[in-house]
Nanobody, 123 residues
Framework: VQLQASGGGLVQVGGTLRLSCAAS????????LGWFRQAPGQEREFVAA????????DYSDSVKGRFTISRDNAKNTMYLQMNSLKPDDTAVYYC?????????????????WGQGTLVTVSS
């Protein structure tokens, strides 16, 4: 199983980025998916999650209304559209896949992880 996160970069406050997570080696539509992030010196935190069909989503309070998670099961790819970016959004963003159960906010419930992509928001 491989999850490949991409799309990170340097952006100014208020800008936008779209992250992608391409999956291989798994039955993509059978997995709930999530995005997490980890800032320097901090623990990994939940950002957003999406159900197998894409019909259910969940967001952390800190990104709700600014970020949108989506997936394309035909392309084995998940996305995170990030708008109105703030300096506090600076972190390495990781995608994760969960083989059993509904969407989850706890990192320990995910079975597979991507390598991360760095997002830096400059003021």
């Amino acid at each position: 199983v491989q999850l490949q996160a991409s799309g990170g970069g340097l952006v100014q406050v208020g800008g936008t980025l779209r992250l992608s997570c391409a999956a291989s080696g798994l039955s993509f539509s059978s997995y709930a998916l999530g995005w997490f992030r980890q800032a320097p010196g901090q623990e990994r935190e939940f950002v957003a999650a999406i159900s197998r069909s894409g019909g259910g989503t969940d967001y952390s309070d800190s990104v709700k209304g600014r970020f949108t998670i989506s997936r394309d099961n035909a392309k084995n790819t998940m996305y995170l559209q990030m708008n109105s970016l703030k300096p506090d959004d600076t972190a390495v963003y990781y995608c994760a896949a969960r083989s059993y159960g509904p969407i989850a906010t706890e990192a320990a419930r995910y079975d597979y992880w991507g390598q991360g992509t760095l997002v830096t928001v400059s003021s």
